[in-house]
């Protein structure tokens, strides 16, 4: 997937949300209490590359988050709607040249962005009955990892999960 394919990475959500994980006559997964989703998401952040690189040289992230297709998406309810995100506070996580700390060389040059991401999304008033109820995950820390066996860099979400059973005193 490229720039300016965000419609598309929107569809692709949709579809994978109907049908995954289907469980006790729950027919999508959003009906489930708590959902997680992370990985490659594979939105990008729009603008010259230059920019961009310049921003993560400066550790500007509010300018790189302004222009991000992810960011947007939620916000406009496009996709992932109802989601939270921790706030980034790291660089660009795609894409490198492997085994360096530099951003693609090659002769596509793609623009560094935030494909690799992680969310989330507490089930409250979905109307599914389960017998644990919670206040939902809770953000905690939101970082990149430093390991350079790919052109991703890893992403790690520490959450917070205080479930309450029913029937307990």
């Known amino acids: 997937a490229h720039d300016g394919e965000v419609a598309e990475r929107n569809a692709q959500f949709h579809e ?3 049908h ?17 989703f992370c990985g490659d998401l594979n939105y990008r952040l729009e603008g010259a590359r230059e ?12 300018k790189m988050i302004a222009v991000d297709q992810l960011s947007a998406a939620m916000h406009a309810g496009t996709a992932f709607d ?7 506070a790291f660089n660009p996580t795609f894409k490198f040249d492997v085994g360096t700390d530099i951003y693609d060389t090659s002769k596509k040059r ?27 995950f809770q953000g905690v820390e939101y970082l990149s990892g430093n390991s350079r066996e790919s052109d991703h860099r890893p992403v790690y979400c520490l959450l917070r999960f205080e479930p309450t059973w029913e029937g307990a005193a």
């Open 110 to 136: 793609r623009t560094p962005a935030y494909c690799d991401r992680v969310l989330w999304k507490n089930g409250a008033g979905w109307g599914v009955k389960t017998s644990c109820s919670a206040r939902g």
């Open 16 to 18: 994978l949300a109907a």
């Open 82 to 88: 109802g989601f939270h995100e921790l706030p980034i």
């Open 51 to 62: 920019v961009i690189e310049v921003n993560a040289r400066y550790h500007q992230y509010d």
């Open 20 to 36: 995954l994980f289907p469980l006790d006559g729950c027919t999508h997964m959003l009906g489930h209490d708590h959902v997680i």
